[in-house]
């Protein structure tokens, strides 16, 4: 059942053991994607492992840590209409990715499907997954799910060309939230975004990760994007709810101040979102002031 219309797009970082095991399984999908993967200069030989393990995989090895926009460079090499992307600790079930294109085939108007997500061992549904189902976000009738106003880009199956129109992952964000600024994009330019109960995506969570890090570079780049597209008082109201509700530690504060010294290029990109698409954001706002999985403050 090969299938072209699919790339999966993998970024990693000295991750070599798990990266491998999810290259195991996407090369086992009866769609037989093409794969392209990032190594975001890894140290731990995992190119040398890929190249000998998998020699059918594109790597690209840009020589340092891109982040997220490791993914906007293996798309420059994507020729399929659409493509899936996969952290190098997770990986698509069978027959999802073909599933994901059959949705964005019969709706020209969907820029992205995200999958339920399923954690290992054990499958248990990510509580994400809840949230993402019963989203606040009104869409028009003929969507195929959930409206979404974000995505989670492990689990995300999107249109090649609308990432690429829309900029795809900002270089000044690198990684931590990334995706809800180039949502806003895509839906500032007129698509739209749904969560598809039929696809599913497995990730077993590396332990090889900082999670401080990340939640520091997750409320630097909320506010950041806070600042570069939501109207005055929006801005100012999500603001005082972080400062208000954010972990009274060294890294709140570090990401405060991170995104203090950014403010002049914020302000400088600024583009405020039309009315529409601000009413998307403040029902997703509203909703992740609630949220159990609390994705964009870590």
Known sequence: MSDPRVTVVVITHNRRDELLHTLDRLAELPERPRVIVTDNASADGTATAVTALHPSVTLLTPGRNLGAVGRNLAVRKVTSAYVAFCDDDSWWEPGSLAAAADLLDRHPGLAAVTARILVEPGGREDPIVAELRDSPVQGPDWLPGPALGSFLAAATVMRTDAFREAGGFSERLWLGGEEELLATDLATAGWWLVY????????????????????????????????????????????????????RDLASVRAFGLAMAGLPWVLRERRVVPPAVEARLGALAESQRTSTARRYVG
């Open 196 to 247: 598809a109960e039929s696809l599913t995506v497995h990730h077993a969570p590396s332990e090889l990760r900082d999670p401080t890090l990340r939640r520091m570079h997750g409320l630097r780049n909320t506010l950041w994007f806070v600042w570069l597209r939501r109207p005055l008082r929006p801005a100012l109201r999500r603001t005082l709810h972080l400062v208000r509700t954010v972990p």
